[in-house]
Nanobody, 124 residues
Framework: QVQLVESGGGLVQAGDSLRLSCAAS????????KGWFRQAPGKEREFVAA????????YYADSVKGRFTISRDNAKNTHYLQMNSLKPEDTAVYYC?????????????????WGKGTPVTVSS
């Protein structure tokens, strides 16, 4: 069974940076759209960023635009989320996802492969 495994979460201070990684345990996801989502305590899961199979197209939630960057390395079957200028409101469990239906992201919440999440805590 294919798994997506996130890494890179942790506890940081406001203004710091973190880079999250998401690796597929097996199989090739090179043609799949990929994304990142997050869920803060007491809130619903929300879209953060998505990227097309080639990396040419990227999409961001307004709350992270200009601070977060999504990227991918198809040779490594891995995608990343570089998070800069972190704020306490970025505190959440971050989930990666992949979508076998599309090579360019659409219907973000319908992605069909999901990781188990990695926690990010930003202290003020």
């Amino acid at each position: 069974q294919v798994q997506l495994v996130e890494s890179g979460g942790g506890l940081v201070q406001a203004g710091d940076s973190l880079r999250l990684s998401c690796a597929a345990s097996r199989g090739t996801f090179s043609r799949y759209a990929k994304g990142w989502f997050r869920q803060a305590p007491g809130k619903e899961r929300e879209f953060v960023a998505a990227i097309s199979w080639s990396g040419a197209n990227t999409y961001y939630a307004d709350s992270v635009k200009g601070r977060f960057t999504i990227s991918r390395d198809n040779a490594k079957n891995t995608h990343y989320l570089q998070m800069n200028s972190l704020k306490p409101e970025d505190t959440a469990v971050y989930y990666c996802a992949a979508d076998s239906r599309y090579s360019d992201p659409k219907d973000y919440y319908g992605m069909d492969y999901w990781g188990k999440g990695t926690p990010v805590t930003v202290s003020s």
